[in-house]
């Protein structure tokens, strides 16, 4: 819950002038995602035309239209050209009581629209020192994944992040991510099968900075980053976008 829209594009002018000029080769390979509020979506979309940065939401009901008040859903999101959407981030979790059933009914409606979901997962700090870290991603992944079929789950984006490490200038270690990742990574090679796995994108969330971000993705179950603080100042961000990768 950042920016007016003038900020907004103030930011993203900026970005744009750092990472433009170097899309031709940087961005060949990887993809640039920005998810701002949804009141902000219009002017994102409008200050991203021409460039190659995707468009995502944080956040989607997974009916179509109803009486839900203060809720959007995937057919109001697409017109915009929004391609992802952020789904059971840890404050949708925890702050508004977000479950797994509900997260798992966003990721097939997103999937149903053709959206690419980015499913959120992370254990609590008390369940980290609890040593319960394993069982509690494991829980979410597989509940919030329930239903999605050998056709879909390589469109399916995993975000681990620590719940404990976000916001808070702790980081898991590269080690310690790159635990859980491969983790989740065998997980859906069991269910999906080893092609799956190996083209399912698990990213990292949790205090990513540019001072870290070369560690984090150098791990090879790895595969980039959920970004959130780092993500409001262009130099910042853009250096994360320049990350070394493997």
């Not at 007016?4 to 961005?27: G, I």
């Not at 697409?78 to 509900?102: A, M, Q």
């Not at 270690?173 to 491969?182: F, K, S, V, Y």
């Not at 090679?189 to 990292?204: C, P």
């Amino acid at each position: 819950m950042n920016f007016t829209a003038n900020e907004a594009r103030a930011m993203l002018a900026a970005l744009r002038a750092q990472l433009d000029p170097e899309s031709s080769t940087l961005l060949k390979d990887r993809e640039v995602l920005i998810a701002p509020p949804a009141v902000l979506i219009p002017a994102v979309s409008q200050a991203l035309a021409g460039s190659s940065f995707l468009l995502g939401a944080q956040n989607m009901h997974y009916e179509d239209k109803g009486a839900f008040t203060g809720e959007i859903s995937a057919p109001m999101l697409k017109p915009f050209g929004v391609t992802h959407v952020i789904l059971g981030h840890s404050e949708r979790r925890h702050i508004f009581g977000e479950n797994d059933e509900f997260i798992n009914n966003k990721v097939l409606a997103a999937l149903r629209h053709r959206l690419v979901p980015i499913l959120c997962v992370g254990e609590t700090l008390m369940q980290h020192e609890a040593g319960n870290a394993l069982e509690v991603v494991v829980k979410q992944l597989e509940n919030g994944l329930d239903g999605v079929s050998s056709e879909d789950i390589a469109r399916v984006v995993i975000a681990y992040e620590p719940v404990w490490a976000i916001g808070t200038g702790k980081n898991a270690t590269p080690e310690q991510a790159g635990t859980i990742h491969g983790a989740m990574r065998e997980i859906i090679g069991q269910r999906w099968g080893r092609e799956a796995a190996v083209k399912t994108r698990i990213i990292y969330g949790g205090s990513v900075t540019p001072e870290n971000v070369d560690s984090l993705v150098s791990r090879p179950d790895i595969d980039g980053a959920l970004v959130g603080g780092a993500s409001l100042r262009a130099e910042s961000f853009a250096r994360i976008v320049r990350a070394r990768v493997g």
